[in-house]
């Protein structure tokens, strides 16, 4: 088996390579690639990561390359894990929306769609490079925003599925505080990449006693401290939403906070680079305990099991992922990216059944979906009008002097990686 990572210079592989080891048997790799653009940072992070390999005593071959088409050749499965514009064009993404008086994400609001124009064409180009190389090949994607990205591969007619560390992350923390194994916990996980709620927490699989209640009334404090959120959000919606609908549900704290401190790309910028100085150590064999702090968390066992199944060597039926909806939400259409559970096989993503959802969370996903397809026609067509169009739709911006002065900020930090600025 053959996999490669577009984007294994990144400081989160060691990561990866870390549940690659552990899970082995779940998934034998007998060979890896890890692409990147930047040889100097690919040379430490290989050199990372065939130690890790061999302390584990993992038989696998871990090989290096910045040629795309040679690193996915003969793959059977590509991950994608790229930041075009690194962590600079991040620093951007979180800093200019701030100066309009919106939320400054990598993902959501205007840094969001600034991320996806960027994005989504690199990724096209790659997803071609992989189909005429091995058109069976299945392309993960990790790479944010994960919801319009697996769109548009989905669109062009790839085998992808999109991945998120969100899901897995909360049955971890579910898991420890009911003290049963994470394999015992079913979230009723609903709703779009980075705009979800678990609906239920259930033990043993989807028909299992849904012991969220509980859970809220024993836990609620440490649930929504890890939210950043007041715990009575938590108690009145009966229901835990993703820390990513703090920046709707209280944007203009949000907005006054990120004012007052550097940006989480200066702060990662700043771990990157004691990382890598670590990762050059020829003694250090093991993922560091820094690397938590990075962020994506558990990123390597949910790429592990989603990569087995889709390979036929193992992993878990169910999991979470973002792929096509197909009906499962009635109020979309069919071709809109939702992230759900999903039974998983060598045939791809298959989404259970959703109850009906309540109009809060119907609405916002409605909301957010129509930005998507939007921004999605933007980043493939180009064009100040549909940047404009993509950003005025946008919930949490939606005013037509935001709108303006957003589309300007956004060509003017981007106008290098925009072929049509």
Request: hydrophobic letters at 45%.
């Amino acid at each position: 088996m053959k996999l490669a990572v577009v984007g294994g210079g990144s400081t989160y592989t060691p990561e990866l390579i870390d549940g690659f080891a552990r899970l082995r048997d779940t998934l034998p790799i007998e060979e890896l690639v890890l692409v990147d653009p930047a040889p100097d940072r690919l040379e430490l992070v290989g050199g990372l990561a065939r130690r890790i390999f061999a302390k584990q005593g993992h038989p696998g071959r871990i090989v290096t390359t910045s040629d795309i088409d040679a690193g996915v050749a003969d793959a059977d499965a590509v991950l994608l894990q790229l930041r075009v514009g690194g962590q600079a064009a991040r620093n951007r993404d979180e800093t200019w929306p701030l100066e309009c008086g919106c939320v400054g994400q990598e993902t959501t609001g205007a840094g969001g769609l600034a991320k996806a124009l960027r994005t989504v064409p690199v990724v096209l180009d790659i997803a071609e490079r992989v189909r005429r190389a091995n058109p069976d090949a299945w392309i993960i994607d990790f790479t944010n925003p994960v919801g319009i990205v697996t769109r548009a591969l989905l669109r062009a007619g790839h085998k992808a599925v999109g991945l998120c560390n969100v899901a897995i992350g909360f049955q971890r923390k579910f898991a420890a505080l009911l003290d049963v194994t994470p394999g015992e916990i079913h979230l009723d996980h609903v709703g779009l990449n980075h705009l979800t709620w678990e609906l239920g927490v259930r033990i043993g699989g989807p028909d299992g006693e849904n012991v969220l209640p509980r859970l809220i009334a024993e836990h609620g404090a440490s649930i929504a401290a890890d939210l950043h959120m007041p715990r009575e959000i938590v108690d009145r919606l009966g229901v835990v939403p993703s820390y990513y609908l703090r920046y709707f549900y209280a944007h203009d704290e949000v907005v006054r906070e990120l004012g007052t401190k550097p940006s989480r790309a200066a702060e990662v910028a700043a771990m990157e680079k004691e990382l890598l100085a670590m990762y050059g150590d020829p003694a250090l064999d093991e993922k560091p305990a820094l690397l938590a702090k990075r962020g994506g968390a558990f990123y390597s066992e949910a790429a592990v099991d989603l990569a087995s199944r889709l390979l036929g060597s193992g992993g878990s039926p169910l999991q979470v992922v973002n792929t096509a909806n197909n009906g499962t939400l009635p109020f979309l259409p069919d071709d809109a990216v939702i992230e759900v559970q999903a039974a998983i096989d060598a045939q791809g993503a298959t989404p259970l059944a959703v109850p009906e959802l309540d109009p809060l969370y119907s609405g916002l996903i409605g909301h957010v979906t129509a930005y998507e397809d939007l921004a999605l026609d933007a980043a493939l067509r180009g064009g100040r009008d549909r940047v404009f169009k993509a950003l005025l739709a946008h919930p949490l911006i939606g005013q037509f002097e935001y709108a303006e002065a957003l589309t300007d900020k956004l060509i003017a930090h981007n106008r290098e990686h925009l072929a049509w600025a």
